[in-house]
């Protein structure tokens, strides 16, 4: 099977003049990851009708384009979205610097689907990037003779092998569609994510969905595997190859969570570093929030926020508010309430001061309160809600509430 020729496709928009329109959620979705800018250049690829210029123009964007080879595509586009600038092209033959490229299913109509990503890369300016989507399996009642290529979700970044993201979106209620995003050059991160890891794959994806899928892009997610038994290799695996921005490290040997957690933020980009254990859940605008906090208020070196404790799906259940900490209150243990999966400090601090053993019984986190305290440190506890804490059984605290008699804490 070959492409189909622009006379096909005036055809089938001569059938079907409203094409597009079913997918409103779709482009909807798509349009949450344009940029913020509302004067950035777009360029929709194969803009079919211009059903998405016309979210977009509604949206706020003013610096618009779309081009398609279909000569009746185009006279629908310029109908549903005046305000862009819309014309008759090939797409090898386009030229031009973007800010973003939108490539919504098209890729599945080519024959040169990697060439045709190059090309649009060439298109980008340094800091631009291509959102797009296509079928996942081709499964649902759009499949038409017109598809050169069956993609798979858990395969198709292994295909172009660029830097870029899955997104993850799903129609349910009409066709799974891959949606993708391919970055000229992977954004340089503004905060760190460190997560160790131990004997945790059966929970790490949950906690790694509510990394990836932050308000604020330019991020990083460092994940150490502590010389697991389990099968976290196997899993990230999958998990890098589906968004350029995280980081595996595998352990030869189990070395314990604080060498874990100081190793990697010896690996850390960022000039800040969050906290997060292998079980625990981030608020979509943690990085957001954190990073707004620093610039507001330089003289924080730790921010922490209150939590939500929650089962083992992560449904909260109860509320801790964040509480005030310094050497007096920690000596006093005058203190109900720490999270450390919710904490951030700056990476020339923790690593001046790092991770440390100190007593049998001591864990890590308590280990850093008394040093950190003791070095005068500035904590500020933040009251909104920016981490969850899974109670698992086979958490810490579970172990060292068994340990001592206490009733369990975790619930399913």
């Not at 409203?18 to 250049?41: C, I, Q, W």
């Not at 109900?336 to 400090?345: E, I, K, L, M, V």
Request: with cysteine; net charge neutral.
């Amino acid at each position: 099977m070959k492409e189909k020729p622009a006379e096909y496709y005036d055809q089938f928009y001569k059938e079907q003049p409203s094409v597009g329109a079913e997918r409103s959620s779709l482009y909807e979705f798509l349009a949450k990851h344009l940029p913020e800018d509302k004067d950035a250049e777009i360029l929709d690829a194969g803009c079919g009708a211009g059903i998405f210029l016309k979210i977009c123009s509604g949206l706020g964007y003013n610096r618009l384009k779309g081009f398609d080879f279909s000569e009746e595509a185009v006279n629908l586009a310029e109908k549903n979205a005046p305000e862009a600038l819309v014309w008759i092209d090939d797409i090898w033959n386009v030229i031009g610097k973007y800010d973003c490229i939108v490539l919504s299913e098209v890729l599945e109509h080519m024959e040169k689907d990697k060439a045709v990503i190059m090309k649009l890369l060439s298109l980008l300016k340094p800091d631009g990037f291509i959102i797009g989507s296509v079928p996942n399996q081709q499964m649902g009642p759009e499949v038409t003779e017109s598809h050169l290529r069956v993609y798979h979700q858990n395969r198709f970044f292994d295909r172009f092998r660029l830097p870029g993201r899955h997104l993850n979106f799903d129609t349910s209620a009409h066709q799974n569609f891959i949606v993708f995003k391919f970055w000229k050059e992977v954004p340089k991160p503004d905060l760190s994510f460190v997560v160790p890891a131990f004997d945790g794959d059966h929970y790490l994806s949950k906690t790694i969905e509510t990394l990836i899928n932050q308000t604020h892009e330019a991020i990083e997610i460092i994940v150490v595997n502590d010389g697991s038994p389990d099968h976290t290799d196997t899993l990230m695996r999958w998990w890098t190859r589906n968004d350029s921005r995280i980081k595996y490290y595998s352990l030869k040997k189990n070395r314990g969570v604080v060498y874990a957690r100081n190793f990697g933020n010896k690996k850390a980009l960022a000039s800040l570093i969050a906290v997060s254990d292998q079980d625990d859940l981030s608020m979509p605008n943690r990085a957001e929030v954190t990073l707004r906090r620093f610039k507001d208020f330089p003289k924080i070196d730790v921010l922490y926020s209150s939590y939500h404790e929650c089962d083992v799906d992560g449904m909260p259940y109860a509320k801790y508010d964040a509480e005030p900490m310094n050497q007096q209150i920690f000596e006093k243990h005058a203190w109900r309430t720490w999270f450390h999966s919710s904490a951030a400090y700056r990476k020339k601090d923790i690593l001046a001061l790092p991770y440390r053993r100190y007593k049998d019984g001591w864990t890590d986190d308590y280990t850093f309160l008394y040093d950190w305290t003791k070095a005068g440190k500035n904590f500020f506890p933040e009251q909104e809600v920016l981490a969850n804490c899974r109670r698992l059984p086979t958490g810490v605290m579970a172990q060292r509430r068994r340990d001592s008699g206490q009733n369990p804490n975790y619930r399913f």
